[in-house]
Protein backbone atom coordinates (compact mmCIF):
# COMPACT_ATOMS: atom_id res chain seq x y z
CA UNK A 1 0.00 0.00 0.00
CA UNK A 2 0.78 3.13 -0.35
CA UNK A 3 2.38 5.56 2.19
CA UNK A 4 3.74 8.78 0.30
CA UNK A 5 1.66 10.88 -1.34
CA UNK A 6 3.80 10.79 -4.56
CA UNK A 7 3.55 7.24 -3.83
CA UNK A 8 -0.29 7.63 -3.59
CA UNK A 9 -0.88 9.43 -7.18
CA UNK A 10 1.68 6.78 -8.85
CA UNK A 11 -0.91 3.85 -7.54
CA UNK A 12 -4.25 5.53 -8.69
CA UNK A 13 -2.58 6.52 -12.28
CA UNK A 14 -1.55 2.88 -12.69
CA UNK A 15 -5.18 1.86 -12.20
CA UNK A 16 -5.99 4.38 -14.44
CA UNK A 17 -4.00 3.11 -16.89
CA UNK A 18 -5.01 0.04 -16.45
CA UNK A 19 -8.73 0.76 -16.64
CA UNK A 20 -9.47 3.80 -18.82
CA UNK A 21 -6.17 4.17 -20.88
CA UNK A 22 -3.33 6.69 -20.50
CA UNK A 23 -5.08 9.54 -22.98
CA UNK A 24 -8.29 8.90 -20.81
CA UNK A 25 -7.56 10.13 -17.29
CA UNK A 26 -6.36 13.45 -16.63
CA UNK A 27 -5.29 15.23 -12.91
CA UNK A 28 -8.73 15.63 -11.62
CA UNK A 29 -8.84 12.15 -12.09
CA UNK A 30 -6.13 11.87 -9.34
CA UNK A 31 -6.38 14.85 -7.49
CA UNK A 32 -10.35 14.23 -6.31
CA UNK A 33 -10.18 10.72 -5.23
CA UNK A 34 -7.20 11.67 -3.25
CA UNK A 35 -8.37 14.62 -1.63
CA UNK A 36 -5.29 16.74 -3.20
CA UNK A 37 -5.15 19.50 -5.63
CA UNK A 38 -4.10 19.40 -9.20
CA UNK A 39 -0.68 21.75 -7.48
CA UNK A 40 0.40 18.69 -5.42
CA UNK A 41 0.37 16.00 -8.56
CA UNK A 42 1.99 18.68 -10.78
CA UNK A 43 4.62 19.08 -7.59
CA UNK A 44 5.97 15.66 -8.16
CA UNK A 45 5.36 15.04 -11.63
CA UNK A 46 5.27 18.13 -13.59
CA UNK A 47 3.96 16.84 -16.84
CA UNK A 48 1.22 13.90 -17.42
CA UNK A 49 4.18 12.30 -19.35
CA UNK A 50 6.26 12.36 -15.78
CA UNK A 51 3.75 10.65 -14.16
CA UNK A 52 3.58 8.10 -16.76
CA UNK A 53 7.32 7.05 -16.58
CA UNK A 54 7.41 6.54 -13.04
CA UNK A 55 4.16 4.52 -13.09
CA UNK A 56 6.19 2.01 -15.74
CA UNK A 57 9.85 2.53 -13.61
CA UNK A 58 7.40 0.89 -10.41
CA UNK A 59 6.21 -1.26 -12.72
CA UNK A 60 9.81 -2.40 -14.07
CA UNK A 61 10.90 -2.22 -10.40
CA UNK A 62 7.79 -4.78 -9.34
CA UNK A 63 8.79 -7.33 -12.11
CA UNK A 64 12.39 -7.00 -11.21
CA UNK A 65 11.58 -7.95 -7.72
CA UNK A 66 9.46 -10.76 -9.17
CA UNK A 67 12.10 -12.05 -11.53
CA UNK A 68 14.60 -12.05 -8.13
CA UNK A 69 12.02 -13.89 -6.25
CA UNK A 70 11.68 -16.44 -9.45
CA UNK A 71 15.29 -17.31 -10.56
CA UNK A 72 15.25 -20.61 -8.33
CA UNK A 73 11.94 -21.78 -9.79
CA UNK A 74 12.78 -24.44 -12.69
CA UNK A 75 11.51 -22.11 -16.09
CA UNK A 76 8.58 -23.51 -16.16
CA UNK A 77 7.27 -22.24 -12.98
CA UNK A 78 8.94 -19.12 -13.35
CA UNK A 79 6.26 -18.82 -16.82
CA UNK A 80 3.03 -19.84 -14.55
CA UNK A 81 3.92 -17.15 -12.41
CA UNK A 82 4.03 -14.98 -15.06
CA UNK A 83 1.03 -16.10 -16.17
CA UNK A 84 -0.57 -15.81 -12.67
CA UNK A 85 0.36 -11.75 -12.72
CA UNK A 86 -2.01 -11.74 -16.17
CA UNK A 87 -4.11 -13.79 -14.59
CA UNK A 88 -4.80 -12.05 -11.70
CA UNK A 89 -4.97 -8.90 -13.84
CA UNK A 90 -8.48 -10.68 -15.61
CA UNK A 91 -9.86 -11.05 -12.26
CA UNK A 92 -8.96 -7.87 -11.42
CA UNK A 93 -11.28 -6.50 -14.84
CA UNK A 94 -7.60 -4.38 -15.69
CA UNK A 95 -5.34 -5.15 -17.98
CA UNK A 96 -1.49 -5.00 -18.06
CA UNK A 97 0.52 -1.96 -18.94
CA UNK A 98 1.81 -2.69 -22.32
CA UNK A 99 -1.41 -3.72 -23.13
CA UNK A 100 -2.86 -0.44 -22.47
CA UNK A 101 -0.13 1.63 -23.45
CA UNK A 102 1.14 0.08 -26.49
CA UNK A 103 -2.44 1.24 -28.27
CA UNK A 104 -1.59 5.07 -27.64
CA UNK A 105 2.27 4.53 -28.50
CA UNK A 106 2.04 7.20 -31.45
CA UNK A 107 -0.04 9.48 -29.09
CA UNK A 108 2.51 9.42 -26.45
CA UNK A 109 5.26 12.05 -26.28
CA UNK A 110 8.39 10.83 -26.98
CA UNK A 111 9.80 10.15 -23.21
CA UNK A 112 7.56 7.78 -22.34
CA UNK A 113 7.95 5.94 -26.34
CA UNK A 114 11.06 4.65 -24.89
CA UNK A 115 9.97 3.76 -21.79
CA UNK A 116 7.27 1.92 -22.99
CA UNK A 117 10.04 0.08 -25.82
CA UNK A 118 11.89 -0.52 -22.58
CA UNK A 119 9.09 -2.33 -20.70
CA UNK A 120 8.20 -4.44 -23.73
CA UNK A 121 12.00 -5.24 -24.02
CA UNK A 122 12.11 -6.30 -20.76
CA UNK A 123 9.30 -8.55 -20.58
CA UNK A 124 10.16 -9.69 -23.81
CA UNK A 125 13.96 -10.67 -22.97
CA UNK A 126 13.20 -12.40 -19.69
CA UNK A 127 9.88 -14.32 -21.29
CA UNK A 128 12.50 -15.55 -24.30
CA UNK A 129 15.86 -16.39 -21.62
CA UNK A 130 13.26 -17.82 -19.59
CA UNK A 131 12.18 -20.47 -22.70
CA UNK A 132 15.56 -21.06 -23.72
CA UNK A 133 17.05 -22.19 -20.60
CA UNK A 134 13.98 -24.00 -19.87
CA UNK A 135 14.12 -26.03 -23.42
CA UNK A 136 17.78 -26.64 -22.69
CA UNK A 137 16.12 -28.06 -19.48
CA UNK A 138 14.37 -30.24 -21.54
CA UNK A 139 11.32 -28.35 -19.58
CA UNK A 140 10.19 -26.89 -22.50
CA UNK A 141 9.29 -28.27 -26.18
CA UNK A 142 8.61 -25.47 -29.00
CA UNK A 143 9.94 -25.06 -32.30
CA UNK A 144 12.06 -22.16 -33.75
CA UNK A 145 13.36 -18.98 -31.61
CA UNK A 146 12.77 -18.70 -27.50
CA UNK A 147 12.39 -14.91 -29.55
CA UNK A 148 9.74 -15.89 -31.83
CA UNK A 149 8.06 -17.79 -29.32
CA UNK A 150 8.37 -15.20 -26.32
CA UNK A 151 6.59 -12.88 -29.01
CA UNK A 152 4.13 -15.46 -29.30
CA UNK A 153 3.43 -15.94 -25.23
CA UNK A 154 3.34 -12.08 -24.82
CA UNK A 155 0.80 -12.05 -27.30
CA UNK A 156 -0.95 -14.69 -26.09
CA UNK A 157 -1.21 -13.10 -22.46
CA UNK A 158 -1.89 -9.57 -23.86
CA UNK A 159 -4.72 -10.91 -25.84
CA UNK A 160 -6.12 -13.11 -23.78
CA UNK A 161 -6.98 -10.22 -20.72
CA UNK A 162 -8.04 -7.80 -23.75
CA UNK A 163 -10.68 -10.63 -24.92
CA UNK A 164 -11.72 -11.47 -21.34
CA UNK A 165 -12.60 -7.41 -20.42
CA UNK A 166 -14.23 -7.77 -23.77
CA UNK A 167 -16.13 -10.99 -23.47
CA UNK A 168 -16.36 -12.18 -20.06
CA UNK A 169 -15.79 -16.03 -18.57
CA UNK A 170 -12.81 -17.96 -18.40
CA UNK A 171 -11.23 -16.58 -22.01
CA UNK A 172 -7.96 -15.87 -20.14
CA UNK A 173 -7.96 -19.16 -18.34
CA UNK A 174 -8.29 -21.01 -21.61
CA UNK A 175 -6.04 -19.37 -23.53
CA UNK A 176 -3.14 -19.63 -21.16
CA UNK A 177 -3.75 -22.79 -20.01
CA UNK A 178 -3.37 -23.79 -23.82
CA UNK A 179 -0.33 -21.74 -24.46
CA UNK A 180 1.23 -23.48 -21.34
CA UNK A 181 0.28 -26.60 -23.21
CA UNK A 182 1.58 -25.94 -26.61
CA UNK A 183 5.36 -25.58 -24.82
CA UNK A 184 5.82 -28.17 -21.92
Known amino acids: MADTTREKIIELADRLIRTKGFNAF ?5 SAPLAIKNAAIHYHFPSKADL ?11 FAAQQRKWAQLPEDEQLKKLSGIFRQRSRQG ?5 G ?10 APMQQKVQEMCSTLLQWVAQCLEKGRAHGRFDFEGSAEDRALLVMSNLLSSLLFSRALGGNIFGRMSDRMMKDIL
Open 26 to 30: SYADI
Open 52 to 62: GISVIDHELER
Open 94 to 98: TICLV
Open 100 to 109: SLTPDYDTLP
